[in-house]
């Protein structure tokens, strides 16, 4: 059996001045056939998982091609997509025949004049190796579910946690059930439900949490093949945005679409409850000040992973202004200043711009006399299995705050960013980091607290006030009954 397999990936903020290119792909992670290295990365796991299978069953062949992801950003350049979906298609009639396909998605991904870049990718897949041979994908939550891709593929398996620490399960999933399928030992048939809803759903927490250990069970009680919940992302503005329960039996529609509609009405009822609390930035501050040992504060609507730029200040220029100490930021994106720290030098004190530079709504920037405290080329961060590439970084310090400049735009993933330029997390009393809750697994263990900061800007974090274009049904919260 030949399984041919890839990846292109990036989850674009259709709000996000960040536009993304060619060039986003290169400075993330962009691996050529036979390149991609021995750890997975979250979007391309499916290709290490091949790789796995593959060094056990000496029956399969797999055939690698690319494997491109952006950080997450504003809308992709048409020709760019274009130009590595293209690549991709280009190996695969080189590889055939094939009688699997497993692509490693996002499933957010925008382009100029594509709403639905993996449908199309996917569609375009079915074309190139015919309606019996298997075609497979690994999906993040937070994507957008299109009839075009159920239509195209034979299975989608999402990533069942937030953060996604499974990634690696999942693409193993998905490698044992295409090959299982490509036997004619299971007929895999998807069911969709969509629950009409977009929220912000951390199964780090009830009653997510609950929730997702229920699907496991119904899974291992063989109820169904793979049961995901999309999520969505509401930073995107297509027509398919919001939660969608998937459910894949063996040949089964009809008990496939009733267990669909079941979870995905479960889903609903939790509508509005499934986040930690948020606290403003006076109310954060107050509590951090009061608490003892090592707290961590996470600015939820500054977050890279979401889009945007990642070098909003108004969190810290409250920090600067209340006079704390033993403060790390990590990170702010600023390659400008990285630049000039890195022509100064280590050790050397100077004025410096930093941060605030990318849209109207996320701060000021911030000027102050800073030492140079340490640079370090291409810095990486853990993540589960995978690194993540925060760049070129420098550590900066100023009144008794040490700030981590990055030139790679990335989110606060695990303490390992800190460690990269040198510190010691747990040497703080305030951690100030940018993420919504992908940080959770990795800070918790040396945190005394947790606090959620919501600082406002500039995710478009309200699906109110969005105003979106595309969207083409009713959902939750902009509707407030949207199956009535
Ligand atoms: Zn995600």
Request: hydrophobic fraction near 45%.
């Amino acid at each position: 059996m030949r399984i041919f397999t890839a990846s292109l990936a990036t989850e674009t903020n259709t709000f996000s001045p960040m536009y993304t290119d060619l060039v986003s792909f290169y400075q993330s992670f962009y691996a050529p056939p036979g390149q991609h290295p021995a750890t997975p990365t979250l979007c391309s796991a499916p290709l290490v998982a091949c790789r796995e299978y593959a060094e056990l069953n000496k029956t399969v062949e797999v055939i690698e091609g690319s494997c491109a992801w952006a950080e997450p950003g504003g809308l992709l350049n048409r020709l760019s997509y274009e130009h590595l979906r293209d690549e991709i298609l280009q190996q695969l009639s080189a590889a055939m025949p094939v009688q699997v396909v497993l692509i490693g998605l996002h499933g957010a991904m925008v382009a100029q004049g594509y709403d639905d870049c993996e449908g199309d990718l996917l569609s375009r897949i079915r074309a190139i190796v015919g309606p019996t041979a298997i075609v497979g994908a690994t999906l993040d939550p937070h994507s957008h579910l299109t009839d075009l891709r159920l239509a195209s593929a034979n299975l989608l398996i999402a990533f069942k946690e937030f953060p996604h620490l499974d990634f690696m399960a999942r693409s193993r999933e998905l490698v044992q059930l295409a090959v299982a399928a490509a036997r004619g030992d299971i007929r895999p048939v998807m069911s969709c439900f969509d629950c009409r809803m977009i929220d912000v759903l951390p199964t780090s927490h009830e009653p997510m949490k609950s929730f997702i250990e229920k699907i496991c069970l119904l899974e291992q009680q063989q109820r169904a093949l793979s049961i995901s919940v999309i999520h969505g992302f509401m930073a995107g503005d297509v027509p398919d945005m919001g939660s969608k329960l998937l459910v894949i039996t063996n040949n089964d529609a009809e008990k496939g679409a009733a267990l669909a509609q079941q979870l995905g009405l479960e889903l609903f009822s939790y509508r509005g409850q499934t986040l930690p609390q948020f606290y403003d930035i006076s109310a954060a501050l107050d509590q951090a000040q009061s608490l003892s040992g090592t707290v961590v504060l996470a600015d939820v609507w500054d977050n890279p992973g979401g889009g945007v730029a990642g070098d909003g200040t108004l969190v810290l220029h409250q920090v600067i202004k209340r006079q704390l100490q033993q403060v790390a930021v990590g990170t702010i994106w600023d390659p400008m200043a990285v630049k000039l720290c890195f022509a100064a030098g280590e050790g050397a004190e100077i004025e410096l711009r930093f941060g605030g530079k990318s849209c109207a709504t996320a701060g000021e920037p911030i000027d102050k006399l800073v030492t140079v405290v340490r640079l370090q080329a291409e810095a990486q961060q853990q993540f589960a299995d995978s690194l993540v590439p925060m760049g070129d970084c420098a550590l900066i310090r100023f009144n008794g705050i040490e700030v981590i400049l990055n030139s790679n735009r990335c989110q606060s993933f695990d303490p390992s960013l800190f460690r990269a330029l040198g510190m010691e997390p747990k040497e703080y009393k305030l951690l100030l980091i940018k993420s919504t809750n992908h940080f959770y697994q990795g800070f918790a263990p040396l945190a005394s607290h947790i606090i959620y900061v919501d600082a406002g800007a500039p995710y478009p974090s309200d699906p109110k006030r969005n105003g979106y274009k595309k969207l083409s049904r009713p959902i939750w919260p902009i509707v407030a009954e949207p199956f009535a």
